[in-house]
């Protein structure tokens, strides 16, 4: 089973940005697709980004496009997201997740493609 650690959240004022990390514990993680989600209090959790197992294909939600960048590292098996322009909106807990099939053909969106999940990390925009 692998588990999945992220870092790199906090308090930023609005503008600022921010490189959040997740490092998987297995050397499996290079054939799964890896995302990023989000959830602000009240609120369900959230598409924000995916990455293809190849790297190849990225996803973003709309509400991100153009702001974050998600990207990988297989040989040291991490996977992060730049965030940049930050808004206040984007205040929340950020949970990396991996892809429950592996090797798949395109970009998981919705959360019920995912098995794994990090203990999240909390990111905070003040106006």
């Known amino acids: 089973q692998v588990q999945l650690v992220e870092s790199g959240g906090g308090l930023v004022q609005a503008g600022g940005s921010l490189r959040l990390s997740c490092a998987a514990s297995k050397q499996t993680f290079s054939n799964f697709a890896m995302g990023w989600f989000r959830q602000a209090p009240g609120k369900e959790r959230e598409f924000i980004a995916a990455?293809?197992?190849?790297?190849?294909?990225?996803y973003y939600a709309n509400s991100v496009k153009g702001r974050f960048t998600i990207s990988r590292d297989n040989a040291k098996n991490t996977v992060a997201l730049q965030m940049n322009s930050l808004k206040p909106e984007d205040t929340a807990v950020y949970y990396c997740?991996?892809?429950?099939?592996?090797?798949?053909?395109?970009?998981?969106?919705?959360?019920?493609?995912?098995?794994?999940w990090g203990q999240g990390t909390q990111v905070t925009v003040s106006s």
């Open positions: 997740s991996k892809d429950q099939i592996p090797w798949r053909v395109g970009v998981p969106r919705d959360r019920d493609e995912y098995d794994t």
């Open positions: 990455i293809s197992w190849t790297a190849t294909n990225t």
